[in-house]
């Protein structure tokens, strides 16, 4: 009994200290059960009853995500996150650290039950038709569209991907023309102008949306303000989207014709809203490929594609929605189910300048090989202890890569 205590003692002993620092700090700040508490790192995660009933194994998962990246930028301010069940609450994390490491964060969550009611009571529209979002970057536009007349000319700014054509469509509320300033280049700008005029000239109320402006030269782009001026008193209502940013009171020959501006926020702006895109397209997507059951994406799967930087938004959350499906006729999405270069993108740290052409030739080579070190730094030229340094150094998780 004695040799079985001493055994039982040295395996306590060994384990993480990571994670008896995490419980120790955990311990030391649940004072009060009645408020929600957190402690978690990459691997671990604590909470007292309370934060158990109000979180969810995605929020637990967006909560880590969250913590993470106020570790890494040392910000520690209060930030208020929207739960996957529409809860807003308040979170201030702080970092837990061992020695010289991080062990992880202690997450303090209280829900802001007033401000969430004096939001619904003061939008009259909480949502955009057919669109998603209960993030605050999201509500914000959902506000300020919401203050926009339903004839009102409207100008739709954002990066390429966010959604843009989408917002004009829900906020024309009827089938709408839509007009691509991108013809112009093609068909010349003569017919583009006729073809804006033509619908310009309706008698009828009608929209039109104007989409990509931004690539009209700035004669094109003269006229086309000159054409909207001259017909501002019409029925015609004409919504318009550009990429490029627009200032407040900027002036502008093509600008300045629309009163109102809106910002359709980036994806990577608007993490939170990730478990409801993801149902959203994947319920539009299963009703393209004729699939009859709904797919339901894990916890982890979420997380993974929480850390990627979404340089292409919600169109590149589309098209990897649309390859997880083509690939799996499983009802559950794990991180596993995720494509190969989204993994390896998704399991390292976030990489500058050449670190990411090695890292990048690395996972290429890896998957080349099929996972195989030798072969993989063969056709690199180094040597097999020289990948296993830079997979190291460049933070490249082989335990969650898919090659």
């Known amino acids: 009994m004695e040799l079985v205590s001493d055994i039982q003692h040295a395996f306590q002993e060994t384990a993480t200290r990571r994670e008896r620092t995490l419980l120790n700090a955990y311990l030391t700040e649940n004072r009060d ?12 995660i604590i909470t007292n009853a309370t934060a158990a009933r109000l979180i969810s194994s995605v929020d637990q998962a967006l909560l880590w995500e969250h913590a993470s990246r106020a570790i890494h930028d ?31 964060a202690v ?13 619904r009571a003061s939008s009259s529209a909480p949502a955009l038709p057919g669109l998603v979002g209960d993030g605050a970057r999201w509500r914000d536009l959902c506000r300020q ?43 010349g700008c003569n017919a583009f102008l006729r073809q804006l005029s033509d ?24 006229a086309v303000a000159n054409l909207l001026r001259s017909r501002r008193d019409g029925p015609v209502r004409v919504l318009a989207t550009t990429t490029r940013q627009v200032e407040h009171g900027q002036v502008d020959s093509l600008y300045a014709e629309f009163p109102s501006v809106l910002r359709v ?21 299963e009703t393209r490929l004729g699939r009859t059951t709904h797919v339901r994406w894990m916890p982890d799967a979420v997380q993974a594609l929480s850390r990627l ?13 649309l390859r997880v499906l083509q690939s799996t006729t499983n009802g559950y999405v794990n991180a596993a189910d995720l494509p190969a270069d989204v993994i390896a993108s998704a399991s390292r740290r976030r990489l500058a300048g050449l670190e990411h052409v090695e890292a990048n030739a690395i996972t290429a080579a890896l998957r080349e090989a099929g996972g195989n070190k030798n ?9 097999r202890s020289t990948l296993y340094r830079k997979i190291r150094t460049l933070g490249i998780d082989l335990t969650t890569s898919a090659f």
């Open 309 to 321: 930087e979404w340089r292409g938004n919600v169109a590149s959350l589309e098209t990897i929605v």
């Open 74 to 104: 040392g910000s520690y301010e209060s930030r208020q996150l929207v739960l996957t069940d529409g809860t807003v609450v308040s979170v201030q994390c702080r970092e837990v650290v061992d020695t010289a490491e991080s062990a992880g």
């Open 375 to 383: 072969k993989a730094a063969d056709s690199l030229g180094i040597a």
């Open 145 to 187: 569209a919401a203050l926009v007349g339903s004839s009102v000319p409207a100008l739709i700014v954002g990066e390429r991907g966010t959604g843009k054509m989408s917002v004009a469509h829900a906020l024309a509320g009827e089938a709408a023309t839509v007009i691509d300033a991108a013809d112009a280049n093609v068909d």
């Open 265 to 285: 926020p980036p994806l990577r702006e608007r993490i939170e809203d990730l478990p409801a895109l993801l149902d959203s397209l994947s319920r539009a997507i």
């Open 107 to 119: 997450i303090r969550i209280r829900p802001v039950v007033e401000s969430r009611s004096r939001e």
């Open 33 to 44: 059960a009645r408020h929600p508490l957190v402690a978690l790192n990459d691997q671990t």
């Open 199 to 222: 619908l310009l000239s309706h008698s009828e109320p009608s929209t039109v949306i104007i989409r990509r402006c931004d690539e009209l030269d700035e004669p094109t782009a003269t």
